[in-house]
Structure formats: structure tokens, C-alpha cells
């Protein structure tokens, strides 16, 4: 369990969950949170079969209420000779949203593939937010030291998520993601499948017995 402190404020706890174990009043919690965020872009069946499958699933508490959830798979793919970090899906109740919590939620994910010692992360996504905030992510690691650098390989999937997800189109902070963003239509259901693949600093990562 990691407890989170915004502001010197409020005080929200997140937990890595097997989901398969979840009570039905966590289930309905999540559900709730998740459709009034996405509005018409998701059902129950959507929301449900984002939850099943993960190889990590964290749940974020206000109290006793769940209020954000996120998914990792950790996969190997035809065209990878090893595993990487898909990560799955991730949301934050519009009631918490702009206190950074969705930045915890992608810290966390990536935390645990470096200690598996995977070095490619990938999603898919129409949202600009979530490359940028992958990116800054990354970004403070290499700051830090914990890899020693990244690049980023973005391709449009023509129709991938079947419609728009969200109603309204939030921006990044980097105008340069904004247009690459804006270039798809969203009505058609077009997506960014986001590769990332990074240069792991080998005597930081617990994946290669480092002392991280």
C-alpha cells in the first residue's frame, strides 16, 4: 500500500488488487466512477473486461471509496523476443482529477516493469494527456539517473477504439502532442498504439540486481 499526500492535503492510498477478488461494491465503485468520467465513451462490459486479465492492477482509495483504478499485462508479442509492460487501461474519477493522481498511477506502472527489468512500455490511447504524462514520467528517470535515456515510436490505428472515448479533448502541456492528437478523428475511433523503449541504467534497476 502506498499512501498518497496531495498538497499537505488530502490523503488517498493505493493498493495493488487482485481483481478477480474485488467485492461487488468495488466493482459497482469502479464502474460508476468510470462511466460519469468517460460519459458516453464506455459501458459496464468495457469498464468490467478493462479490470479482468491484468498482471497488475492498482485501485486508488478516498477513505474507504474506490476512485481510480489503472492495469498493467505483461506480454510477448510475435514481434518482441521478450516481455514488455502493456499498459492496459487507467482512469481517475473526474471528482480528482488535476491533483496528480493520474501520474502516480502511470509512476507506479513503470516502477514495477523497471524491477521486472523490462525496458518497453507500451498503450494505446486517443488522449494527449497520456503521452505526455508517460513522457514526463520518463523524462525525471533519466533526470534522476534511473535509465539513461528513451525514445518513443507513435502509430495511428485507423478506428481502433471504435468511436470517440471522451467528450471533451483535454491538452497536454506540449503543443507539438496537441497536434499530433488532433490530426485523428476521433468519431471514427482513431488511436495512438505508444511504444516506448528505454535504456535501463542496470545498476538501478532490480531487474539486473541493482540497489533501487
Same mark, same amino acid.
Do not use: C
Given at each position: 500500500?502506498?499512501?498518497?499526500?496531495?498538497?499537505?492535503?488530502?490523503?488517498?492510498?493505493?493498493?495493488?488488487?487482485?481483481?478477480?477478488?474485488?467485492?461487488?461494491?468495488?466493482?459497482?465503485?469502479?464502474?460508476?466512477?468510470?462511466?460519469?468520467?468517460?460519459?458516453?465513451?464506455?459501458?459496464?462490459?468495457?469498464?468490467?473486461?478493462?479490470?479482468?486479465?491484468?498482471?497488475?492492477?492498482?485501485?486508488?482509495?478516498?477513505?474507504?471509496?474506490?476512485?481510480?483504478?489503472?492495469?498493467?499485462?505483461?506480454?510477448?508479442?510475435?514481434?518482441?523476443?521478450?516481455? =514488455? $509492460? /502493456?499498459? @492496459?487501461?487507467?482512469?481517475?474519477?473526474?471528482?480528482?482529477?488535476? +491533483?496528480?493522481? !493520474?501520474? %502516480? &498511477?502511470? #509512476?507506479?506502472?513503470?516502477?514495477?516493469?523497471?524491477?521486472?527489468?523490462?525496458?518497453?512500455?507500451?498503450?494505446?490511447?486517443?488522449?494527449?494527456?497520456?503521452?505526455?504524462?508517460?513522457?514526463?514520467?520518463?523524462?525525471?528517470?533519466?533526470?534522476?539517473?534511473?535509465?539513461?535515456?528513451?525514445?518513443?515510436?507513435?502509430?495511428?490505428?485507423?478506428?481502433?477504439?471504435?468511436?470517440?472515448?471522451?467528450?471533451?479533448?483535454?491538452?497536454?502541456?506540449?503543443?507539438?502532442?496537441? =497536434? $499530433? /492528437?488532433? @490530426?485523428?478523428?476521433?468519431?471514427?475511433?482513431?488511436?495512438?498504439? +505508444?511504444?516506448? !523503449?528505454? %535504456? &535501463?541504467? #542496470?545498476?538501478?534497476?532490480?531487474?539486473?540486481?541493482?540497489?533501487?
Amino acid at each position: 500500500m502506498i499512501k498518497l499526500s496531495i498538497g499537505g492535503g488530502e490523503i488517498f492510498e493505493l493498493k495493488s488488487e487482485d481483481s478477480s477478488k474485488l467485492s461487488r461494491k468495488t466493482l459497482d465503485e469502479i464502474v460508476n466512477f468510470t462511466i460519469n468520467t468517460f460519459q458516453s465513451g464506455m459501458t459496464e462490459g468495457e469498464v468490467l473486461n478493462h479490470i479482468k486479465g491484468n498482471d497488475l492492477f492498482l485501485l486508488l482509495y478516498k477513505g474507504e471509496n474506490a476512485i481510480g483504478f489503472a492495469g498493467s499485462k505483461y506480454i510477448s508479442p510475435g514481434n518482441y523476443a521478450e516481455r =514488455i $509492460a /502493456y499498459l @492496459s487501461a487507467a482512469v481517475v474519477s473526474s471528482e480528482f482529477q488535476g +491533483l496528480g493522481l !493520474y501520474r %502516480e &498511477l502511470v #509512476k507506479e506502472r513503470v516502477d514495477v516493469a523497471l524491477d521486472l527489468g523490462l525496458h518497453i512500455i507500451t498503450t494505446k490511447t486517443q488522449n494527449p494527456l497520456v503521452e505526455f504524462t508517460i513522457r514526463e514520467d520518463l523524462s525525471r528517470r533519466v533526470t534522476e539517473g534511473q535509465i539513461t535515456g528513451y525514445s518513443i515510436d507513435r502509430k495511428m490505428l485507423p478506428g481502433t477504439f471504435g468511436r470517440k472515448l471522451t467528450e471533451n479533448f483535454k491538452e497536454s502541456k506540449d503543443k507539438t502532442i496537441n =497536434i $499530433a /492528437y488532433r @490530426s485523428l478523428n476521433l468519431d471514427r475511433g482513431d488511436g495512438y498504439y +505508444l511504444t516506448f !523503449y528505454l %535504456e &535501463l541504467n #542496470k545498476e538501478k534497476v532490480k531487474g539486473f540486481g541493482g540497489g533501487v
